[in-house]
């Protein structure tokens, strides 16, 4: 690096981290980065992310001109009129709101007009729920609601000290914003949250700053940390990104916005002025991180159990609905195992049905993504369990299409950091950073390719013999 290249920096505020990328503006190569813990609960004290960012940035951020905050999705941060928090937020795994998501799509219309109106049907994880929840049952607490914000909102307000900010792909998944008109729709946010009408961050547009930070770093406008995933990618036409972390999701670019009453597909916006439609469960990463535990193993000794059963796991199924499950819109659902004989009862066995009953969830969001117009050539496997050799071996033969694992691993604070270069030059479109593949895996073929049907047919049955969705 010279002396004149120009230093950009990313934050990934997801579910369980906060990861800082500083990246080379031309080029995005990263040159340093930082990292810190979050609570593991669904209901968090901002100040924990703040900390976290401090943390994770603390001494790296020399020469940066810029930096851009991704975050988790849909929480809610409820700040009253001095600028201090109501409440801890409620994050998107949280399912209290499960029953006032269910009240509002019903009170409302039903789920093809919340679809047409805002690009998704709400569930628990949906801003709009949790508002709603808030008002019924803390209402005094809802009194003292002067501003709503996202997690990635509240940050760079606190980055900028300026007013509340936010762009499209966020704002998207609130619940009360229409991705196709570009507007909040304060309707069935007054209509969720009693009639009171908080402030809302202004909407920026994709490379608007957002203002400056008291060292003079210009921010950027921020996105959702799924919407920053895909900016960092750069995902082409026939591209569907798998994202493994807390959450699975699974999304495409598209020039046209996705509305299913199904539920199945949330139409959300992209942080480039296109769409982001996207299937989202709430079991992924830590299935695996659980069954390692209940199997007193570490991460690569349950790869090597995975790998070392036979596809199918001898027959076990299991539907890793541990925390509830979001697609399906299963809140109160939890884990169940198919299929045990006394032969088949192995560590390996539940081993590899965990990594199977993960990805077939998402194979399912897959197939959802097709119906609604998204080409398949490829998948491009990221997120923190994208670095499971088992995960990447059984990836190929539950999606049947070939899988791509992508370099540097944080993808969603390297779109962050392109994002912010992209407001710093203020050019028509963002820069162009290549993105390199570490691994690529060839579609399945002949029985591997079979197998992979058979499982995901397997998972679905087991599925509407339980929950009959
Ligand atoms: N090799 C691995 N195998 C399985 N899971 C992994 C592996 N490496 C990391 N993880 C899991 O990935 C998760 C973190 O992924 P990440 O995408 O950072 O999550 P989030 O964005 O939700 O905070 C953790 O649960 C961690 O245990
Ligand atoms: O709710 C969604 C997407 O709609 C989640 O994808 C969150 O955005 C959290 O992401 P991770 O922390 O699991 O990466």
């Known amino acids: 690096m010279s002396d004149n290249d120009v230093l950009v920096a990313g934050v990934d505020s997801s579910t369980q981290s906060t990861k800082v990328m500083v990246c080379d503006a031309r080029t995005g190569a990263v040159v340093r980065s930082g990292r810190a813990e979050h609570p593991d609960t669904t209901e968090v004290e901002p100040s924990e992310w703040w900390s976290a960012l401090t943390s994770a940035t603390g001494g790296i951020l020399d020469g940066v001109a810029a930096i851009g905050v991704a975050g ?9 009129d001095r600028g201090e928090m109501v409440r801890p937020a409620l994050l998107w795994n949280d399912t209290r709101s499960a029953t006032a998501a269910t009240d509002l799509v019903d009170e409302l219309g039903g789920p093809q007009v919340w679809a047409e109106a805002v690009g998704s049907v709400p569930v628990a994880s949906f801003t709009v729920t949790k508002l709603r929840w808030l008002a019924e049952n803390e209402p005094d607490a809802a009194d003292r609601v002067a501003k709503v914000m996202l997690p990635h909102d509240w ?27 570009n507007v909040y729709r304060t309707d069935l946010l007054g209509h969720a949250f009693g009639g009171r009408s908080p402030e809302l961050p202004r909407v920026l547009r994709p490379s608007e700053p957002a203002g400056h930070t008291s060292g003079g770093i210009l921010v950027s406008a921020g996105t959702g940390d799924n919407m920053a995933a895909a900016l960092a990618i750069n995902a082409g036409g026939g591209d569907v990104v798998v994202s493994l972390g807390t959450s699975g999701t699974v999304f495409g670019v598209s020039e046209s ?56 796991a001898d027959g076990l199924t299991l539907l890793p609905y541990l925390d509830g499950e979001r697609t399906p819109n299963l809140p109160a659902a939890a884990g169940s195992l198919f299929g045990l004989r006394r032969a088949n009862m192995t560590p390996e066995n539940l081993a590899r049905a965990a990594v199977e009953g993960m990805l077939c969830g998402l194979a399912a969001g897959l197939d959802a993504l097709r119906e609604h117009g998204i080409m398949v050539r490829r998948v491009l496997l990221i997120g923190g369990a994208a670095q499971s050799e088992s995960v990447r071996a059984i990836a190929p033969i539950v999606f049947g299409v070939p899988v791509s694992v992508p370099r540097p691993r944080e993808h969603v604070a390297i779109g962050a950091a392109r994002q912010a270069a992209w407001a710093l030059a203020q050019a028509p479109e963002p820069p162009s950073w290549e993105t390199e593949i570490a691994v690529r895996l060839p ?3 002949g029985a591997a390719a079979e197998i992979g049907g058979q499982l995901r047919a397997r998972h679905a049955e087991a599925r509407r013999r339980v929950y009959d969705v």
């Open 72 to 80: 988790q999705q849909h929480g809610m941060v409820t700040v009253d």
């Open 257 to 312: 916005p996705a509305t299913d009453p199904a539920g199945i597909v949330a139409g959300f916006a992209d942080a480039t002025g296109r769409y982001l439609p996207l299937a989202c469960t709430l079991n992924a990463a830590r299935v695996l991180t659980a069954t390692a535990g209940m199997l007193d193993v570490g991460l690569a000794e349950f790869d090597r159990l995975a790998l070392s059963a036979a596809a199918g």
């Open 443 to 445: 579609a399945p073929s």
């Open 155 to 181: 940050l760079t307000w606190r980055l900028t000290g300026g007013e509340p900010v936010t762009d499209r792909g966020d704002a998207s998944g609130t619940g009360y914003f229409s991705p196709v008109k």
